[in-house]
């Protein structure tokens, strides 16, 4: 890979957390009120004080950061053809797809073979969810001329898709239904450990990419954390792990197919 994709790879990185970061922060701006009455208790006025220290701190972070990054970047380079065509590829590839829409209550039909149980329905949905998630941010970051996070929304899209697509292709072939015993449990969380470990030697550099495999990462620590906590749990008590063993499947193939995802969308950016 040359030097010159390497600093593309880290300037979409770079502008796709800005923005989220300056969004985060004027997002909790506009939920406090900032009118100090004589109702107003000391708790409201230190959460006020908060946000405005928050924000000030983010505002001020990100314009050192930007001022390091315009050091360092060739500043006759103009970056906003590329993300524009890559956001377009990235458009016609959400559109050229079919998202179950689970408002539907036969959201179902059409998507698997046969009839489902609850808990394996359950595992399904919840990984259409965040693919529906991304799509729509991808489109409303478009929309409001956020082009970084509209990068990052269409990365994630990609990693999700390509995972519900694994998913439902293992409940048709059979692979992959309620657990019947906790060792089914142990085996999905050591598959998804490994798919981490191939996921995280193809991955490697500053990127959006690197982001999601991150955040993907985090997300099979929280699942962790939650059967220790259920392992804390009253031994008198009955504890269900059908969640986390719908986590375990879900974030295994997220991570089993980052690699290409993240290689397909690295494409439409090197293509652009």
């Not at 000391?42 to 050192?64: C, P, S, Y």
């Not at 390091?68 to 524009?84: A, G, I």
């Not at 073979?113 to 489109?139: C, F, I, K, Y």
């Not at 449990?185 to 990419?209: K, Q």
């Amino acid at each position: 890979r040359s030097d010159a994709e390497d600093e593309l790879l880290r300037a979409a990185l770079f502008y796709a957390r800005q923005e989220s970061d300056l969004r985060r922060a004027a997002d909790r701006l506009g939920r406090n009120r900032w009118e100090v009455d004589g109702d107003a208790t000391v708790i409201d006025i230190g959460d006020g004080a908060g946000a405005v220290e928050f924000a000030t701190a983010t505002r001020t972070a990100w314009e050192h950061l930007a001022g390091r990054f315009d050091e360092r970047t060739d500043e006759s380079t103009d970056l906003t053809p590329v993300f524009d065509a890559t956001l377009e590829a990235s458009t016609e590839r959400v559109e050229s797809v079919t998202v179950p829409d689970r408002t539907d209550e036969d959201w179902l039909d059409g998507v698997v073979d046969g009839a489902l149980d609850q808990h394996t329905e359950q595992m399904l949905w919840r990984t259409v969810d965040p693919v529906s998630s991304a799509g729509d941010g991808l489109n409303r970051a478009i929309e409001d001329g956020n082009t970084g996070i509209a990068l990052y929304e269409a990365a994630r899209f990609e990693v999700l898709y390509r995972a519900f697509e694994r998913v439902r292709g293992r409940i048709d072939e059979g692979t992959l239904a309620t657990p019947e015993s906790t060792a089914e449990i142990r085996a999905e969380r050591t598959a998804a450990i490994e798919a981490a470990a191939s996921a995280g030697a193809s991955v490697t550099e500053p990127s959006i990419g690197a982001y999601v495999l991150a955040e993907t990462l985090r997300s099979l620590e929280w699942t962790d954390d939650s059967v220790r906590r259920a392992a804390d749990n009253d031994p008198e008590v009955v504890v269900s792990l059908f969640t986390e063993y719908g986590n375990y499947a879900r974030i295994r193939a997220q991570l089993e197919v980052l690699p290409d995802a993240v290689e397909a969308f690295r494409e439409r950016l090197r293509s652009a």
